[in-house]
């Protein structure tokens, strides 16, 4: 059963256009959400984090979107640009399953030329 | 600062033989995680530990998986004997406390089973 996901297995958007990566979640006791950022043969690393109080949270070109009421939360990137083709991963934690964070599947973005 | 080590980067093995994966934390992180992904799927939480202690070892498979943390230092995840099903890449993560940043992640072993 799976707790976040991400519909999307992958995505292409023009170089310098906005990238939107999209992110549900079933499990209302989430109280943070991250995205991870992860290039081929390496670890993820962390991007972007918002918490369950608020609604959006921007960090330069990123910008997580949190919409509670709809168990959704989206990630834009703006303008894209080709170092971010990777796969990126929505990932949530459970307060009370001491901080354990459940991830998606992950969607490949590809920025083309 | 030295991020999460892991060793080793690949590893080929034939089903029924045993292999052993190591993770160094950061220095000083408490908590350490395993995880697995399996080609297309999700990052799935394996365990974790807290200093030398398994706080939480819901997402371990089965009995052919053991995972050590010897003196709350580097970490090991035995796989024995290695079926098919076990490949996938390993990941290990390590944190102090919580904070907005969640975990460091390891660049990870490619575990494949022929």
């Known amino acids: 059963d799976q707790q976040v996901k991400q519909n999307s297995p992958s995505l292409s958007v023009q170089e310098g256009r906005i990238s939107i990566l999209n992110c549900d979640y079933t499990?209302?006791?989430?109280?943070?959400f991250l995205w991870y950022k992860k290039y081929p043969a390496e670890g993820p690393t962390f991007l972007i984090s918002?918490?369950?109080?608020?609604d959006k949270n921007e960090d330069g070109r990123f910008t997580v979107f949190l919409n509670k009421s709809a168990k959704h939360l989206s990630l834009h990137i703006v303008p894209s640009q080709p170092g971010d083709s990777a796969v990126y991963f929505c990932?949530?934690?459970?307060?009370?399953?001491?901080?354990?964070?459940?991830f998606g599947k992950g969607t490949r973005l590809h920025i083309l030329p | 600062e030295a991020g999460v080590t892991q060793f080793p980067s690949h590893s080929v093995i034939e089903k029924g033989q045993t292999v052993t994966l190591r993770c160094d934390p950061i220095s000083g992180h408490d908590n350490l995680y395993w995880y697995r992904r399996v080609m297309g799927k999700e990052i799935k939480f394996l365990l974790h530990?807290?200093?030398?202690?398994?706080?939480?070892e819901s997402g371990m498979p089965n009995n052919r998986f053991l995972a050590e943390r010897t003196g709350g230092t580097y970490s090991t995840l035995k796989v024995q004997p290695a079926e098919l099903e076990d490949s996938g890449v390993y990941f290990c993560?390590?944190?102090?406390?919580?904070?907005?940043?969640?975990?460091?992640f390891g660049s990870g072993t490619r575990l494949t089973v022929v």
């Open positions: 499990n209302s006791m989430f109280d943070y």
């Open positions: 993560a390590s944190s102090q406390d919580w904070d907005s940043y969640g975990y460091t």
């Open positions: 990932a949530a934690r459970n307060m009370n399953r001491d901080d354990k964070i459940i």
């Open positions: 530990f807290v200093k030398e202690s398994k706080q939480d």
């Open positions: 918002i918490s369950s109080i608020k």
